[in-house]
């Protein structure tokens, strides 16, 4: 039998900085810390992260390696450039669940070429709040009957290859309006409406046989006052009870705000260790920031000195850590080779709305409307003026803020044609005052985000910011 020492430090995943590892984690990582979570910080390119994840392995085999690249909005492998598939949003707009099945396997047959064990998607959640702030294009859809067949599709398709998938955010993030990163948020539904609604994906995702399951940092009153990460009836009765999960529960990061409070407060992280493990999780997610070993050495403590008081059964620990373990299974055999965006264009293309008739005078005028992306998604390249560019020569560009509304006016009045790209306008009320100001100018509208409602002229929804979904508008206007 492991020690309490070895099996808490087993059933951590923290994130770090940097494209190599530090001495301070693969020396961890040789003595028994249960793995990582990879992030853009983390990233070059492929042929670097398969480096990566091999030098973690020479220090030990079987460690987890995670990963949050759920495509689209959220990437990680593609941070530089933009996704090569479209986000979920945009494939339950394609409205195909094998082609869905089959962009899910393109990506988990890269993963495993990178030698990443388990990729921290797909969402689970419904898009169901317009002022939702974090999940959004995340979803493939708002209607849990159309969208659940895309979440098995998903599963079937990443797991293919040996990765594990991981349904998230049990029960479901959609409804709440405000982001768990920072504050908690409070599900207004009673349980009868999350067996109706939110928990008919998750329910999905199980029958497809994912691996893991992440904790959303989410209050469900009837459950009682504690997130969902921390709540033994979410956690055991529910996810595991009712809906007969038996794989690897994995928290949401620990160090969010809706459970530790301020980032990065090291007694915070180790109570939120303790009752994750109490409630019924398995693997605890560090990953959010780029955690050192001071951190981890106060969750240790933590769970140590909770066995010791007789707070956390040592078999659920142990079991906790064999969860944790079989989430570092190496994935199938896999090289990495130039990353192929046919498919991805294929879905995007097939996801596209087009409203009214989009056609272009001539090579137009772009406003590239810059919006501060979600925590989830950070900064990546995002804008269809690059791509019409190349497509069509003569196309001017202009990446503006939506308070730029004098040099945006002042640009299109010269223009035969204009584009005006958006992401959730609806979301930003300076970016709705940008558009009302542009109401004398005939311009083509395209959002890349949860549509929102329609207006007036032609428009192009693409449900994605990826570089493949804004490739589509493009080839479509051009």
């Known amino acids: 039998m492991s020690s309490p020492e070895k099996l ?4 951590l995943l923290p994130g770090f900085a940097g494209t190599t590892a530090p001495e301070w984690l693969r ?26 994840t091999a030098q973690l392995r020479g220090e030990r085999d079987g460690v987890v390696v995670g990963i949050d690249e759920e495509g689209g909005d959220v990437t990680r492998l593609d941070v530089n450039t933009g996704s090569f598939v479209p986000g979920p949003l945009a494939l339950g707009a394609a409205g195909d669940p094998e082609l869905t099945t089959a962009v899910a396997a393109a990506l988990g047959e890269r993963l495993a070429a990178c030698g990443v064990t ?9 898009t169901l709040a317009a002022e939702d702030p974090i999940i959004g294009v995340r979803a493939f859809g708002s209607d849990p009957a159309k969208a659940s067949p895309h979440v098995a599709a998903y599963v079937t398709g990443l797991q293919k ?57 989410l209050v469900v009153r009837a459950w009682g006052e504690e997130p969902a990460t921390l709540n033994r009836t979410a956690l055991t009765d529910v996810l595991r009870g009712e809906l007969g999960f038996t794989g690897a529960v994995i928290t949401d990061a620990l160090e969010m705000g809706a459970v530790s409070g301020a980032y990065g407060k090291h007694d915070g992280l180790g109570r939120s260790a303790v009752r994750a493990l109490a409630a019924g999780a398995d693997a605890l997610c560090l990953g959010g920031a780029a ?22 059964p040592l078999e659920r620990l142990e079991e906790a850590a064999s969860r944790t373990a079989a989430l570092g299974t190496d994935p199938a055999p896999a090289s990495v080779g ?4 046919r498919l991805g264009l294929e879905a995007a293309r097939k996801a596209l709305r087009v409203t009214g008739e989009p056609r272009l005078a001539g090579p137009p005028l772009v406003v590239d409307v810059q919006t501060e992306p979600t925590i989830a998604a950070g900064p990546m390249p995002w804008g269809l003026g690059a791509h019409l560019a190349e497509l069509l020569p003569g196309t001017r560009t ?47 509208r395209v959002e890349t985000g949860v549509p ?4 007036d002229g032609p428009r192009i929804d693409t449900f994605s910011g990826s570089y493949v979904s804004l490739r589509a508008a493009a080839e479509y206007l051009a």
């Not at 808490?8 to 059933?11: D, L």
């Not at 130039?338 to 965006?341: A, E, G, K, M």
């Not at 503006?400 to 035969?416: E, N, S, Y």
């Open 161 to 217: 290859y040996g990765v594990a998938a991981c349904a998230k955010h049990f029960p479901g993030h959609g409804a709440a309006t405000e982001d768990s990163h920072v504050a908690l948020p409070v599900l207004p539904r009673t349980v009868e409406e999350l067996r109706e609604i939110e928990l008919v994906p998750f329910a999905a995702a199980i029958q497809a046989g994912v691996r893991s399951v992440m904790s959303g940092h």
């Open 118 to 126: 388990v990729n921290l998607a797909p969402c689970a959640d419904l």
């Open 291 to 312: 955690f050192e070993a001071p951190a981890l050495d106060a969750c240790v403590a933590a769970i140590v000195a909770a066995v010791a008081a007789g707070e956390l």
């Open 27 to 52: 020396r961890r990582i040789a003595a028994g810390l249960g793995g990582v979570v990879l992030f853009g910080r983390n990233v070059v390119d492929d042929e670097q992260v398969a480096a990566l």
């Open 452 to 455: 929102g409602p329609l207006g």
């Open 398 to 444: 202009l990446t503006a803020t939506p308070d730029d509304v004098d040099a945006v006016l002042a640009a299109a009045r010269d223009a035969r044609s204009v584009v005006v790209v958006t992401r959730e306008a609806h979301r930003h009320p300076r970016v709705r005052e940008l558009l009302a100001a542009l109401s004398t100018v005939d311009y083509i």
């Open 8 to 11: 808490a430090e087993a059933v």
């Open 338 to 341: 130039p990353v192929d965006r």
